[in-house]
């Protein structure tokens, strides 16, 4: 439409950059034919027949967000453009147009109606205190929402005065509006469970809802339209470094229970610095005194969050902190019980990378109780005894120690816990799966052999206003240590969940999960 406008009006090119004149007539065309024009129209789109048809979708939203003000369909957008149009063109015809005034009513348009759908309470209750008429001239987002949840009232545009002439005003306005905004200056809901993640590298970073969110709302992969801007991520990652802390990413509710994922301001990268250990750890801490003034159940830390070497997998933070009300969760224990359930119960020999690790020694004590061969890649033998001696006395001989990938030349089930190159890929059998509990995932080198995914579950069907991908996974779906922190707060289990992982619990956690509707990713997709 502004295509159209500005080649039948060829002096549109020739508009001066600024007029202040032309700021005061937009805003009294605004006032004389914008608003009532879109009173009007809405009234009509709120019709049986229009509404079933059309304005509908724009209703369709559960939880209002600032994008909801643009779902619509083709033929309300079009009705839009010429409520926003003619203002424009009438300031432009009175000899008033100009560059600035012309982006300036545009974007302040879009900004207000944004501001209407964000479903959160800006606009100070002090203002229509001090200013009562203000109050008919601008609306605030409880204003809007009422339109929502009450579909016979609020009409207006941006100016309530229009729903007073309409006899339209919900006489709910003032008074839920005072009391929202008195409100937002306290503290909002508590989350019941937090997913402590970190950055990961500069183009995931970008995969967040606030820069790209129809970017975010699909697993991640890089995209050509981000890599433009990189050099914003490096400069984001500049500023965070050196000051910053732990925010709030994406949230979602599961069973009347609110969870949110937090970030540690780091990338992947600096958590392999020896100099940046101890600020990490302050970073990871911070967060963890934080949800435990907060009143938070369950804290799980994610990926390098609980790293051995980092703080030994949160033991750190629980010693230091004895007192804490809050439980500290690492969730490897279901990463354990997802990555041992789906290796076929007639294996009877598996290869074992990252062997010491805790995940890979949690993974090698119950496979050998099962009678499963464990070959153990590992050049450390006094770790590997030291494993070895935790497994009942009849079993420890199905844990084997090896050192050269050529030992697994005939075995077919490879769980690896630490990165493989193709080359060590080369190694494995024809009709090898490989197993992965390693970040980032190996390369799918071989033709000729399967990968699994990550280990990871797909939340209940119930979850609500989970708008986010994690990382490269389809939404819905979230790494295991996620997940096990989700089945520690649904439990209401009180212990701690840091350092070595309990082989024992491993059954009982995997219980838990499927009782409250996670479900392997694995067995999603072979039952559908």
């Not at 929502?148 to 339209?168: A, K, W, Y």
């Amino acid at each position: 439409m502004a295509s159209l406008a500005y080649y039948a009006f060829p002096n549109l090119v020739n508009l001066p950059i600024w007029d202040l004149n032309g700021f005061m007539v937009i805003i009294i065309l605004h006032i004389i034919f914008s608003e009532p024009l879109y009173y009007y129209f809405h009234r009509c789109f709120h019709a049986s027949y229009l509404f079933k048809h059309y304005h509908s979708l724009h209703h369709s939203s559960d939880v209002p967000q600032p994008f909801t003000a643009g779902h619509a369909t083709f033929l309300e957008q079009i009705l839009l453009g010429a409520v926003i149009g003619i203002p424009i063109l009438g300031c432009y015809l009175m000899g008033y147009g100009s560059v600035a005034m012309i982006y300036s009513y545009i974007l302040m348009f879009d900004f207000l109606r944004c501001l209407g759908h964000c479903n959160f309470e800006i606009i100070p209750h002090h203002l229509f205190l001090a200013f009562p008429f203000m109050k008919y001239l601008i609306y605030t987002p409880t204003y809007h929402s009422l339109h929502h949840t009450e579909m016979g009232t609020n009409f207006c545009l941006f100016m309530p005065i229009f729903d007073v002439v309409g006899n339209t005003l919900n006489p709910k306005s003032w008074d839920m509006h005072t009391k929202a905004s008195i409100e937002s200056g306290k503290n909002g809901r508590v989350p019941d469970f937090v997913f402590l993640a970190h950055v990961v590298d500069m183009t995931s970073a970008l995969h967040v809802p606030y820069v790209f969110r129809s970017f975010s709302s699909t697993p991640f992969t890089t995209k050509l339209y981000i890599i433009p801007l990189l050099p914003l991520s490096f400069l984001a990652m500049i500023i965070m470094w050196l000051y910053s802390k732990p925010f709030l990413n994406t949230f979602y509710y599961l069973q009347g229970y609110l969870h949110q994922t937090w970030v540690v301001p780091r990338f992947g990268f600096q958590y392999f610095l020896p100099f940046a250990t101890e600020g990490i750890n302050k970073q990871i801490e911070q967060a963890i005194l934080r949800a435990d003034k907060l009143g938070v159940k369950v804290i799980s830390l994610a990926a390098l969050n609980k790293n051995e070497a980092l703080n030994g997998g949160g033991t750190l933070f629980v010693n230091k902190h004895p007192n804490l009300k809050v439980r500290v969760v690492h969730g490897n224990t279901l990463t354990a019980a997802v990555i041992l359930n789906e290796i076929p119960k007639h294996i009877t020999e598996v290869f074992l990378t990252g062997a010491t690790s805790k995940l890979g020694r949690a993974i090698a004590l119950y496979l050998c109780t099962r009678q499963v061969r464990v070959l153990m890649l590992t050049s450390s033998t006094e770790r590997f005894q030291k494993i070895q001696k935790e497994a009942p006395a009849e079993y420890q001989k199905y844990l084997v120690q090896v050192t050269k990938y050529q030992a697994a030349e005939n075995c077919k089930t490879w769980i690896v816990g630490k990165w493989i190159t193709p080359r060590e890929q080369k190694f494995a059998p024809a009709g090898a799966h490989f197993h992965q509990f390693v970040v980032p995932p190996v390369l799918p080198f071989r033709s000729d052999c399967t990968y699994g995914d990550l280990a990871a579950m797909r939340l209940p069907p119930n979850v609500k206003g989970l708008g986010s991908c994690e990382y490269t996974m389809e939404r819905g779906v979230v790494h295991a240590c996620h997940a096990g922190g989700v089945v520690h707060s649904l439990e209401g289990w009180t212990h701690h969940e840091v350092g070595a992982i309990d082989v024992h619990r491993i059954d009982l956690v995997w219980k838990a999960a499927l009782k409250h509707g996670l479900m392997p990713v694995s067995s999603f997709t072979e039952n559908h």
